[in-house]
């Protein structure tokens, strides 16, 4: 690792006042993961030197099959070639699903690309006047929704 990257991951460590997971992830990954039917992507507006850190440190990394991040790409959400270019390295998979806390930068993108979509209210989403949300982070209703999405594209 460069100075700079050390550099720029402590700032980040420094300027971050918590990163935690919501209760329930953990068990909500698990369970997907245990579904052969899913694999699991991250999408982030994120830089690579702290991001792959930090999903280590939170114990995550290992559920993804891989992660996208925006600065590899030099593109970011929420424009379409990011969502493309995911799309385009998981030829394999037959529909996709977008879960995300705004509004602009994940669910709409992805709605336009035909995603299936769940929008979950997070204390980090923008404020906005979306209907179609979940208020927090509640696993066991997303994991009920992904079943229901997953019944429906069949």
Not at 26 to 51: H, R
Not at 57 to 83: C, Q, T
């Amino acid at each position: 690792m460069l100075i700079i990257d050390d550099i720029a991951y402590n700032f980040r460590k420094l300027s971050t006042k918590y990163i935690k997971l919501y209760d329930g992830v953990i068990e909500l990954l698990e369970e997907l993961k245990n579904n052969n039917d899913y694999n699991l992507y991250v999408l982030s507006n994120a830089q690579t030197i702290f991001t792959l850190k930090e999903l280590e440190e939170l114990g995550i990394k290992d559920y993804f099959k891989k992660i996208f991040i925006s600065s590899d790409y030099g593109i970011k959400k929420p424009n379409l070639e990011f969502f493309k270019k995911a799309k385009l390295k998981t030829p394999m998979a037959s529909h996709y699903l977008m879960i995300g806390n705004d509004l602009e930068c994940d669910i709409l993108p992805a709605k336009s690309l035909n995603f299936k979509t769940i929008f979950i209210e997070s204390n980090l989403t923008p404020k906005n006047d979306y209907k179609e949300k979940l208020k927090g982070f509640d696993s066991k209703k997303i994991a009920k929704l992904i079943k229901e999405i997953n019944l429906a594209i069949d």
